[in-house]
């Protein structure tokens, strides 16, 4: 894979990769949307979902998308940043929490390419796959 992000970041397709973080933020109560009341004696927080694209040919974010903690729909989001980039090309590099067809679809309108990490168990995309019974997927042919 290290081989082929090098190469690729030789070409004029950027690769973009997206990511999300929760961030604690001062204890607001009345914000009910980031609240979290603790649990099991923690004590009470109010937490953001930051979504980052970030570029990584030129070091640079592309978008960032805020989100309460309650609201977090990183599907969405995703879609949003997707359709909103005024890149010809690229291709997109996301965790499992990115995971869904319609992003793939969305991906794929805008003329990307993608690489998305696929939920384990019985919800993920993989189930309605007919995937290798083996562990390994990549196999170097000589």
């Not at 933020?25 to 609240?35: E, H, K, R």
């Not at 997109?92 to 690489?115: C, P, V």
Request: hydrophobic share 35%; charged share 25%.
């Amino acid at each position: 894979m290290k081989k082929i992000l090098t190469s690729l970041k030789n070409e004029d397709m950027p690769i973009l990769v997206v990511d999300g973080s929760d961030v604690y933020i001062p204890t607001n109560p009345d914000d009910l949307n980031s609240f979290h009341s603790g649990k099991d004696g923690r004590k009470p927080y109010n937490l953001l979902h930051i979504n980052a694209l970030y570029n990584i040919n030129h070091f640079i974010y592309h978008d960032v998308i805020i989100q309460k903690s309650k609201e977090k729909n990183e599907y969405n989001v995703l879609q949003e940043m997707v359709d909103c980039s005024a890149m010809p090309k690229a291709l997109i590099i996301t965790d499992r929490g990115y995971e869904s067809f319609n992003s793939m679809a969305h991906i794929q309108e805008k003329g990307w390419f993608f690489l998305i990490r696929v939920k384990d168990g019985i919800n993920s995309i993989k189930n309605g796959l007919d995937l290798s019974k083996t562990d390994c997927f990549d196999i170097m042919k000589p």
